[in-house]
């Protein structure tokens, strides 16, 4: 059995790292797509001539349209405008909406097995619009934010007590963006809750922080949008996927009835393995929890319905 062959939708500073990150593993072909002409190419060639180096031999292909991503396991979307700084996440949903919807609509005819990873903002909307064109169970579709967001709760909590990021867990569930919810009752530094370690004024600095995680990095980057992070979180996805790990992560699920919410993508633990999103796990929350996750439901609704009239 050969190696996997991924494609990667947009050749930009998300999708050229996630290129880069699942060729340093050996274990995936890789087919890098873009409208630019050229810059698939280009760094398909680049990633190619770094193999004799770092030690890989998986080919890396950069394409300009769809023919050589045919068959492939699973699909990662990045394509879409990124945020300038000052501009919310919303205001780029119906540039990047034609865009998902003419990507996954390539995609999809010539990979009607894959799996498709979205990561185009606003993330819940787009993994609704990838759901609805492909017209793929919803097993087979998942965005990626939670992961995201939970290392960066996570890398706050541990800076600012002085342990090692190994030590925190965090599960931050919800819309990726103002709305996400962090179950503080589920998270820990070595065991132990992170209440006992932090007073709240801190915690809710640090989830304050986390919540704008995108934001600062964007006024800081000035062009541009966090990419080391947000592909390094794609990669566990990748992995947790195709490997069949059944490993628990928040990732953008579409919910039926779990937490109460319905025909909506939003950010739940889910279960992943060689069949995509195999389940959704429910946590027991608190009615001030589920009551934040309602609401983040609500926002992701808002969005959604301006792209089912768009679409
Ligand atoms: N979910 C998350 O947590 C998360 C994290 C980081 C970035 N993002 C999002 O990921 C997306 C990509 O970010 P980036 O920093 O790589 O942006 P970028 O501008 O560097 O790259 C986007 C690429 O998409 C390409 N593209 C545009 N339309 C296309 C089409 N129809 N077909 C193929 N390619 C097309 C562009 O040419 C460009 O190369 C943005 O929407 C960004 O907001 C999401």
Redesign the pocket.
């Known amino acids: 059995m050969g190696r996997a062959k991924i494609t990667v939708?947009?050749?930009?500073?998300?999708?050229g790292t996630v290129a880069q990150r699942l060729v340093e593993k050996n274990c995936y072909d890789v087919v890098l797509?873009?409208?630019?002409e050229g810059?698939p190419q280009g760094k398909a060639l680049d990633l190619t001539q770094a193999g004799p180096i770092c030690g890989y031999d998986s080919r890396v292909v950069g394409a300009h349209g769809y023919e050589e991503s045919g068959g492939s396991s699973l699909v990662v979307i990045?394509?879409?405008?990124?945020?300038k700084p000052g501009m919310s996440r919303d205001e780029?949903l119906a540039t990047?909406a034609r865009?998902v919807q003419?990507?996954v609509r390539e995609v999809a005819a010539r990979s009607p097995e894959a799996i498709l990873l979205v990561?185009?903002?606003p993330?819940d909307a787009m993994a609704h619009v990838a759901h609805r064109v492909s017209g793929f169970p919803k097993a087979r579709v998942l965005g990626?934010?939670g992961v995201?967001d939970s290392a960066r709760l996570r890398t706050f909590i541990a800076t600012e007590l002085g342990v090692s990021v190994e030590n925190v867990q965090a599960m931050v569930l919800g819309g990726?963006g103002d709305t996400m919810v962090p179950l503080l009752r589920y998270t820990t530094v070595a065991g132990r809750p992170i209440e006992e370690w932090l007073p709240k004024e801190r915690l809710a600095a640090l989830i304050q922080r986390t919540r704008d995680g995108?934001a600062e990095v964007v006024n800081l980057l000035k062009a541009?949008?966090?990419?080391y992070a947000?592909t390094a979180a794609v990669v566990e996805m990748v992995e947790a996927i195709l490997k069949d790990q059944k490993k628990v992560l928040p990732c953008a699920a579409r919910c039926d009835g779990e937490y109460g919410i319905r025909g909506l993508f939003v950010g739940v633990p889910v279960k992943l393995g060689r069949g995509g999103a195999e389940a959704i796990i429910e946590y027991a929350l608190t009615p001030a929890e589920r009551a934040a996750l309602t609401a983040s439901a609500a926002a992701v609704k808002e969005l959604c319905d301006v792209v089912d009239r768009i679409l």
Do not use: C, E, K
């Not at 939708?9 to 998300?14: E, K, L, M, S, T």
């Open positions: 939708v947009g050749a930009g500073n998300v999708g797509v873009d409208i630019l810059i990045t394509s879409g405008v990124p945020r780029l990047n865009i003419g990507v990561v185009t903002n993330l990626m934010a995201l990726h995108g541009g949008s966090a990419y947000p």
